[in-house]
Nanobody
């Protein structure tokens, strides 16, 4: 089992940057693929990006490709989301999630087994 805690959210102006972190506790963090999702008020939770257990491959939603970067440090049990060129439409609660390393259904919410509590990101225009 894995416990996940996000941090780094806040208020930023459009065009700015934020770096979110997700700290994992529990066993075998390096065995899990990790994902980032977000949920805006009144909307469904949506996929932002994911990284394989090894860190060797990353996947992104089209809406963030080229602006967001996911990385992980398996020695520190952390995964990060660097967000650049932020837009007001990026405003949401951001969640990290862990999934067992089976399949490649990265964007599917139900494919993930563990979730953090979320951190708010607000981008002002």
């Amino acid at each position: 089992q894995v416990q996940l805690v996000e941090s780094g959210g806040g208020l930023v102006q459009a065009g700015g940057s934020l770096r979110l972190s997700c700290a994992a506790s529990g066993r075998r963090f390096s065995s899990y693929h990790m994902g980032w999702f977000r949920q805006a008020p009144g909307k469904e939770r949506e996929f932002v990006g994911a990284i394989r257990w090894s860190g060797g491959n990353t996947y992104y939603a089209d809406s963030v490709k080229g602006r967001f970067t996911i990385s992980r440090d398996n020695t520190k049990n952390t995964v990060s989301l660097q967000m650049n060129s932020l837009k007001p439409e990026d405003t949401a609660v951001y969640y990290c999630a862990a999934k067992y390393p089976y399949g490649s259904n990265w964007p599917v919410v139900d494919a993930y087994d563990y979730w953090g509590q979320g951190t708010q990101v607000t981008v002002s225009s």
